[in-house]
């Protein structure tokens, strides 16, 4: 049988020896259509879900793009079924809740990227407790950016085992500060590497049960840091001309191609050990990005990037492989979403959807099995920030009401509602009709406090990201996500988080910050109501940025620091919300610390 392989990324010697060990794989052969669905094996089928952060549809070289090398996804859509027309939303948070759910994000109470817009409503069901709930082992490595505080948290939305950060955006990814279920751990060199790691680790020890694994990295969103073998390829290399050359930092577009060609190496790693444990014939692999591309970079010439509901900012790759499943190399041309993956994996592994609440989605099965011989042209959505597009297998009509033919004009030069007017009223008409209908489902104000204290988890975090400051301190970054405060120097500054404690308790207050040694002595308070801990800065934690050497491209969010921790005491905490408050009550040196992250462990 011809064979194919989970090809290493070209590097220096250092990295080529150890991926030279990649074993063989067989290349698929059997076909869906010839494969009742019916006599499919009884054994349900793994899940493995890889999101990738800010990678555009063409930072591939399938896509076209003549920059980079991609061996090892491409090998997923030639393995497997690859989508044209894929769409996601513009930015993160809202395409994980639509992913994750099923619905579209308003829906989900999702309306920012940070300070807990973020987060989806308790009252929906997330596709990881679905598997769990049939019996699957469920874990997610990686950027979870729905929600911190559980029961928001990974763990409580259907997730045995969390590795990673549940921020939007990280500050560092070289041994950074990462959690592992709620408790602060250290991560161990660059993150994606890690990840990947415990991706392996998990396959390995689930290899004769059901699971589902969840997959999504962090890159390449910013800042711009992958190992410098990578960087050494990128490095200086002239890029390929593009509808956007002239406003393209040439130095992020490399650092985001070195990103890519890291990721594409550990999805060679992780396939390479699907393969070596017998698992590739019931496992479903799926691969897609959370938005457009996070520069002016090659693109297929389609307009826009990350943020806008034009094609650019909202197309993403989509590939499904299951050996033996699914028709090798399939092309599906029909409009599709990320709100279809919760029903379509879940028809796949023959499981209701059990979710409360009604679907946006559509189930894929048929397209991916072939077992329609018509499908329904759709209208799928994009929305974000007051802006809405609607589009389907030919048309687009854009934020500002222009019709685009998509057929014949991809990169959304000419604007043809003169030519369609009957196309033109029927999309403008879905528009309105889905912002009146769905839109307005997000409410005008979040009334959700930040959920403290659960009784079935001990851990919780309250970081600078979620805070309030008072007086004159101020955040590191106009970026909250892994932003920290500083210029703490008055004992009018103070910082506030508005919580809900979930249940009576005592929990130990630690918290991470930096402080100079001539700065050392500030006493400090935590307070809730009438609940109060005191505790006084006695060790020097030097307050020194990190990241800059890392950085291939300069970046525009926080810097890092090398935070130490501080065990402040225990503090009796009330059921009910209230006003959970930092402040000084002495600074003898003039200043108090920078603070990064406070954490309530339940004793």
């Known amino acids: 049988m011809e064979k194919t392989q989970y090809l290493p990324f070209r590097l220096p010697a250092l990295l080529f020896f150890g991926a030279l060990c990649f074993t063989l794989l067989p290349h698929v052969t059997v076909l869906a259509d010839s494969i009742p669905r019916e006599d499919f094996q009884e054994l349900r089928p793994n899940i493995i879900l890889i999101l990738t952060d800010d990678q555009g549809w063409g930072d591939l070289s399938s896509s076209g793009n003549p920059d980079l090398s991609t061996p090892n996804i491409d090998l997923l859509a030639k393995n497997g079924v690859s989508f044209d027309k894929f769409y996601v939303s513009p930015v993160c948070s809202p395409t994980r809740a639509e992913l994750l759910t099923g619905r579209y994000h308003v829906r989900a109470g999702v309306y920012s990227t940070s300070e807990g817009g973020e987060r989806m409503d308790l009252d929906e069901t997330t596709i990881a407790d679905i598997f769990k709930e049939n019996g699957y082992q469920t874990a997610a490595y990686g ?244 802006k809405t597009s609607v589009r389907d297998e030919n048309f687009i009509l854009d934020e500002k009401d222009q019709l685009f033919d998509l057929k014949a004009d991809p990169g959304q030069y000419k604007v043809v509602t003169v030519e369609h007017p009957q196309i033109h009223a029927k999309m403008l008409s879905a528009k309105r009709e889905w912002i009146a209908e769905v839109a307005t489902e997000l409410p005008e104000e979040d009334l959700r406090s930040f959920a403290l204290g659960h009784p079935d988890f001990r851990f919780n975090q309250l970081p600078a990201r979620d805070a309030v400051g008072h007086g004159g301190v101020k955040r590191s970054s106009r970026h909250p996500n892994s932003s920290f405060y500083t210029n703490w120097t008055s004992l009018s500054d103070s910082l506030t988080w508005d919580v809900e404690v979930l249940a009576d308790g005592e929990f130990e207050v630690e918290i991470y910050y930096t402080c100079e040694p001539d700065k050392i002595g500030s006493q400090i308070q935590l307070s809730m109501g009438a609940d109060l801990l005191e505790g006084r800065i006695s060790r020097a934690v030097d307050s020194q940025l990190v990241g800059a050497d890392q950085d291939r491209s300069p970046r525009q969010e926080s810097y890092e620091q090398n935070w130490g921790k501080m065990t402040m005491g225990k503090i009796r905490l009330k059921k009910g919300a209230g006003q959970l408050k930092l402040k000084a009550l002495e600074i003898p040196s003039g200043t108090v610390m920078d603070f990064r992250l406070m954490t309530l462990t339940r004793i």
Request: net charge negative; proline share 6%; glycine share 10%.
């Open 143 to 386: 950027k979870w950016h729905s929600g911190a505080q559980y029961p928001y948290h990974p763990n409580g939305r259907g997730f045995d085992d969390f590795y990673g950060f549940c921020s939007g955006h990280w500050g560092n990814y070289f041994d950074p500060m990462l959690e592992r279920n709620g408790e602060v751990v250290a991560g161990k060199g660059f993150i994606i590497d890690d990840l990947t790691d415990k991706a392996i680790d998990f396959a390995e020890a689930n290899r004769d049960k059901p699971f589902f694994l969840y997959l999504p990295y962090n890159t390449p969103h910013s800042p711009m840091q992958v190992p410098m073998p990578y960087w050494e390829r990128f490095k200086g290399k002239p890029l390929s001309s593009h509808r956007y050359t002239d406003q393209e930092d040439l130095d992020h577009s490399r650092a985001a191609y070195a990103m890519v060609e890291n990721i594409d190496w550990n999805l060679g790693r992780l396939m390479e050990k699907v393969g070596q444990l017998g698992l590739l014939d019931n496992t479903i692999v799926i691969y897609l990005s959370d938005n457009g591309p996070n520069g002016s970079r090659w693109n297929g010439e389609m307009k826009g990037k990350k943020g806008s509901v034009d094609e650019g900012g909202v197309r993403s790759p989509l590939f499904i492989q299951w050996k033996g499943k699914l028709e090798a190399g399939k092309k599906i041309p029909q409009v599709a979403s990320a709100i279809d993956l919760l029903s379509t994996l879940t028809s796949l592994a023959k499981i209701e959807h059990g979710s409360k609440k009604t679907l946006d989605g559509k189930d894929l099965s048929p397209l991916l099995l072939g077992e329609s011989a018509s499908w329904e042209n759709r209208y799928v959505i994009s929305h974000w920030a007051g």
